[in-house]
């Protein structure tokens, strides 16, 4: 708020500075017409509105954003001593609706970083978020299971070098996935993104079909179809508005390619080692896709790495909140959703991408053809549909 004000003073002692000059000029010259001290002075006006503007909405952006972390800490605090005199099925549909909530929050809230500059850029480098965004993840588990640990006196279940050997395609994945969100949202508009974030399950499908030849049934085939059509009416009405094609929405398929992937592979791994607890399981992933992402940056990226100053070049206020947000999100929620049953989270994920697709262009300002609201709900259906079947590994049985 300081900030604001003193750009909002600046902008106005540099208009009453124009103003007096201008006065002084037309005294001198009365003869003349518009000046270039006019023109100057409605440039500065408009700055000034402009300027004022966008400060505002990131301090309002910023707020809005520190007040969900306050939630999401006061929630971890108090849920141990909520749950037990709340009714289960509440507890339910108030984890899916923290989930859905959250999800649309940090979506918006990226897609939101590059709207006040170029369509396909950011002010700072993205893979620098994620690499921070992992560092707060694995000391937020870290001390988790220093926590865990303390309260309990039996003895855990160690990694092993065949475990960490396993878990190191998802965690390559993990960290190409959270690299290629910003990517897929930089160079796409937030109704796209939703509605092709949910061609991960064509992903999975193909994975379970194509190496463990597990049959999906007609049903599940039929949904892929809806995902698909879905996805080609999305296409068409943007080819239909724009009068041209473009591949951008391929980042977003990568993008799925890999969350699905790694979500798969993550999951096999896990399963030779059940006795892990969760947050020894996340320390270890999360600190691969630290490494990870690190020799991406020193890669991609080498003059990040030359210190402080370089590395958090372009971040703002918001930057750090939202990457706040992305640590503690999926901590807070994956705990809430174990109140919930499989359709109350199937119903939840299905949602989000109708959700954003309606208030995405209320919030970025910019018109959305019925086109792409109708491909966002057939997605939702075929969604829906698909995961109505249950787990697709409860075929093999």
């Not at 900030?3 to 006065?23: D, G, I, N, V």
């Not at 037309?26 to 006019?38: Q, V």
């Not at 949202?185 to 937030?190: E, M, V």
């Not at 209320?362 to 939702?380: D, N, P, Q, R, Y």
């Amino acid at each position: 708020m300081a900030l604001a004000f003193f750009f909002l003073l600046l902008a106005s002692l540099t208009s009453a500075s124009l103003e007096h000059c201008q006065t002084f000029e037309e005294a001198s010259c009365p003869a003349r017409g518009p000046s270039l001290l006019h023109l100057k002075q409605a440039q500065v006006a408009d700055f000034q509105i402009t300027l004022s503007s966008e400060v505002w909405s990131k301090i309002t952006t910023a707020k809005f954003e520190i007040g969900c972390l306050f939630f999401l800490f006061v929630a971890g605090i108090l849920g141990g001593h909520v749950v037990e005199h709340v009714p289960k099925q509440m507890l339910g549909c108030a984890g899916c609706a923290l989930y859905v909530f959250m999800s649309c929050l940090i979506d918006i809230t990226i897609a939101y970083q590059k709207t006040s500059h170029d369509a396909a850029t950011y002010t700072f480098e993205p893979a620098c978020t994620v690499l921070l965004v992992e560092a707060m993840k694995f000391i937020i588990s870290a001390g988790l299971q220093m926590f865990s640990s303390s309260k309990s006196s039996e003895p855990h279940t160690r990694m092993t070098f065949h475990d960490i050997k396993w878990m190191c395609l998802p965690m390559i994945l993990f960290t190409l996935n959270n690299i290629l969100v910003w990517q897929a949202l930089g160079k796409n508009d937030i109704v796209t993104f939703s509605v092709f974030r949910d061609t991960m399950i064509i992903w999975t499908a193909i994975f379970w079909r194509g190496i463990f030849q597990v049959p999906l049934g007609h049903v599940r085939w039929l949904a892929i179809v809806l995902v698909v059509l879905g996805v080609t009416i999305n296409r068409l009405s943007n080819f239909y508005t724009l009068h041209t094609w473009t591949w951008a929405f391929l980042w977003i398929l990568l993008m799925t390619f890999c969350n699905a992937m790694g979500s798969v592979s993550n999951e096999w791994a896990l399963k030779r080692n059940a006795g892990l607890s969760i947050n020894v399981q996340n320390m270890y992933l999360y600190a691969g896709c630290f490494f990870f992402t690190l020799v991406f940056i020193a890669i991609a990226h080498p003059e990040k790495l030359t210190g402080f100053g370089s590395f958090f070049q372009g971040f703002s206020l918001d930057v750090f909140v939202l990457a706040c947000l992305q640590s503690v999100t999926g901590l807070v929620v994956s705990r809430a959703l174990k109140y919930a049953d499989s359709v109350m989270k199937n119903v939840a994920a299905c949602l989000r991408g109708p959700i954003v697709a309606l208030i995405g262009p209320v919030i970025f300002k910019f018109h959305s053809e019925t086109g792409s609201v109708t491909s966002a709900l057939v997605v939702a259906v075929g969604c829906l549909v698909y995961f109505s079947q249950g787990p697709i590994f409860s075929a093999k049985g």
